[in-house]
């Protein structure tokens, strides 16, 4: 209870209460309770841990017994022999084995318990342990590669034969100290070998009532699971459906709608709007698996040599739109913003506008003939302004304001160049400074 409670009960029945006196109390009153919970938490602690060491040694013993019936010999003797091998470095698995071994050559071997009497090492009647210890010290006698190849006969490893014929005295008188050890401690494990079967029968019992009662809690969960299971799986399916008409809608769109690149790629290159697009339309139609006569690819229709000059794939269409935007945005600067010269660029050549431009004819062909200009660039450059972006010279009125601080005057022309050289790579190539 709390201290305004205790203290309140306390002046009901008469006491004088004052803080001082009522605070000692309650401190007191504390650290008892205190040290009654603590011991109650160590008792459970250790009731707990009792338990569980109990079913261990209860499991432990019943396979004991049954490993002592299958060997011919009482659990005392095989715990005694195991104690008494891990003495002398035979591991107590090894011992149980050795043991088990010669039980199961005598049962099925009926000869061999003649051999025994003849050797001097009775059998009837006793213990499968003693009957080895005295089938050891007989072999003793002989020459080891002969006497291992006897043991052998009744199951006894040649590295556990070594062993405790090396150290046969110390096995003895071990085995010895174990059965007197446990005869002074009042423990007599044959004895106790009924209580601890029914003990562990009555665990492995508890254990399987726990299972089948976990068993008809998933029974009755079952019908519900399934009701579960089965709306997830139909949500998941309209999920997955809805994603793949999503997907299909986006390849459909990637494949046939190109407005956001052309967008994205002109307002990086600072192109007219529609530049890119007219020229797709003149080029391929908009077809990103066009391929022409001459070998030019793609929506933007590279020749392969151009396409590995800008380090692309000409049938993506992604990267065909990148790099025209980057050869349109080098053409119109080197063209002075001239539109017409720069689309008759991208279609006949840049060294064929290049000639034509100087001499009125392009390069020479294959027969050393200067080339004159192919109808459909003529027709190109006519036509491009009919798909909206103008014909003839781009002309872009534009203000930029830069702000430049400084002292030194030097510094700010410097600084003014820069900013100029930046402005004028997206706009001042596209200023109209004379028509050819």
Do not use: C
């Not at 306390?10 to 006491?15: A, E, F």
């Not at 040290?35 to 009792?50: E, F, M």
């Not at 590279?302 to 050869?327: E, L, R, V, W």
């Amino acid at each position: 209870m709390s201290a305004e409670i205790l203290q309140e009960y306390l002046v009901k029945l008469g006491y004088a209460t004052d803080s001082i006196s009522f605070k000692k109390m309650d401190s007191h009153l504390s650290a008892t309770t205190k040290k009654i919970l603590g011991a109650g938490s160590a008792i459970t602690g250790i009731a707990a841990a009792t338990a569980t060491a109990t079913a261990a040694f209860a499991y432990n013993m019943r396979k004991m017994y049954f490993a002592s019936e299958l060997s011919n010999s009482s659990v005392k003797n095989l715990r005694a022999m195991e104690y008494a091998g891990k003495q002398i470095g035979v591991g107590g698995d090894s011992m149980e084995s050795s043991i088990h071994g010669m039980a199961q050559a005598l049962r099925l071997e009926p000869g061999l318990q003649a051999f025994l009497q003849n050797i001097g090492v009775p059998v009837a009647g006793r213990d499968s342990s003693d009957v080895m210890i005295d089938l050891v010290t007989a072999l003793k006698q002989m020459p080891e590669f002969q006497a291992t190849q006897i043991a052998g006969m009744f199951g006894i490893s040649p590295d556990d034969y070594h062993q405790m014929a090396t150290h046969l005295d110390e096995l003895k008188a071990k085995k010895m100290e174990h059965v007197a050890l446990g005869k002074q401690m009042g423990v007599d494990l044959d004895t106790q070998k009924e209580a601890v079967r029914q003990y562990t029968a009555g665990l492995d019992k508890l254990g399987e009532t726990f299972g089948f009662l976990e068993d008809k809690v998933m029974i009755k969960f079952l019908p519900l699971f399934n009701k579960a299971t089965a709306a997830i799986n139909e949500n998941l399916k309209g999920q997955a459906a809805g994603m793949d008409s999503l997907w299909s809608d986006l390849k459909t769109v990637a494949k046939t709608d190109f407005d956001v690149a052309f967008d994205a790629v002109s307002a990086a290159f600072g192109l007219p709007n529609n530049l890119l697009k007219s020229i797709a339309k003149r080029e391929s139609a908009m077809n990103p698996n066009a391929k022409s006569k001459a070998g030019a690819l793609g929506l933007m229709q590279f020749m392969p040599d151009t396409a590995k000059q800008y380090g692309i794939d000409p049938m993506n269409p992604i990267q065909s739109i990148t790099a025209a935007g980057a050869m349109v945005a080098h053409l119109l600067s080197k063209y002075k913003g001239n539109l017409s010269n720069t689309v008759g660029a991208y279609n006949w050549g840049e060294g064929n506008m290049d000639s034509w431009l100087k001499t009125g004819k392009g390069l020479k062909d294959a027969n050393g003939q200067p080339r004159s200009m192919p109808t459909e660039t003529q027709n190109y450059m006519r036509a491009l302004g009919s798909d909206g972006v103008g014909s003839g010279n781009v002309v872009l009125n534009q203000q930029v304001h830069q702000h430049i601080t400084g002292n030194n005057s030097g510094d700010i022309a410097a600084k003014v160049a820069t900013k100029q050289d930046r402005i004028n790579a997206n706009t001042a190539r596209y200023f109209k400074q004379g028509a050819q």
